[in-house]
């Protein structure tokens, strides 16, 4: 039902993405994506392709302000020319 609305639907913008196309992305995004990336034989929905890709990226998101915030606190017990090394290197 939802891919004949979207085709009956003409798109607002310049150039319109296929349902060929979704499927392709969806099947990239699930190769990323390490809990399904590696089930090739079964089907997965794009559904659940798609929830299993923010609940990764809200994962990473996570990390990534776990991370930050540890390396805030190794700065700030690191001395000064340490802490400017290691600031230098980030900025790499």
């Known amino acids: ?8 639907r003409p798109s607002s ?10 499927l392709d992305l969806v099947s990239k ?3 990323l ?4 990336g590696n089930r090739r034989s079964d089907k997965v929905s794009a559904a659940k392709v798609l929830q299993d890709t923010c609940n990764c990226i809200r994962s990473l998101h996570r990390e990534v302000d776990d991370l930050s915030e540890r390396l805030s606190e190794l700065l700030a017990t ?4 340490q802490a400017a090394i ?3 290197l980030l900025m790499q």
């Open 33 to 36: 994506l390490p809990e399904i």
């Open 86 to 88: 290691i600031r230098n």
């Open 13 to 22: 913008g310049s150039s319109r993405i296929t349902d060929d196309q979704i």
């Open 1 to 8: 039902m939802s891919s004949r609305r979207s085709r009956s």
């Open 29 to 31: 995004l699930q190769q």
């Open 78 to 81: 690191t001395d000064t020319a």
